[in-house]
């Protein structure tokens, strides 16, 4: 665990915007983008299908035995599908963040007239 994806979390204010992520230069310490990685944490990602070649299929059944299992199958032509999941990292805090954000932003501006102790 490096951190890479916390780290590459950037905030860059120009004027009264403000700009919270992971920016499209972020690059973890060997390089690699961290935009799509971010992006793929954060939504999840679509199925991918790998087609499971005889070396895989061998190499599965070999586990289902070790593990006490008796293979079943396995004349046909089989897939693996993988997908992602959502594991957002930026949304909660957004979210919990907006909790309260009109009433904080309207003692701020009292405060900032006077109005308020």
Known sequence: MRGDLR????????GDEAFIGVSRSARSKDGASMV??????EFGGPPVIIPMTPKMRRF?????????????GGSGRGVIV??????????????KFRKGASKRFLERVAKELGLAP
């Open 36 to 41: 799509d990685l971010a992006k793929l944490h």
């Open 82 to 95: 993988v997908q992602v999941p959502a594991r957002p990292f930026l949304r909660p805090a957004f979210d």
């Open 60 to 72: 599965l059944f070999a586990l289902l035995r070790q593990a006490g299992k008796e293979p079943t």
């Open 7 to 14: 780290n590459s979390i950037t905030v860059f204010v120009h």
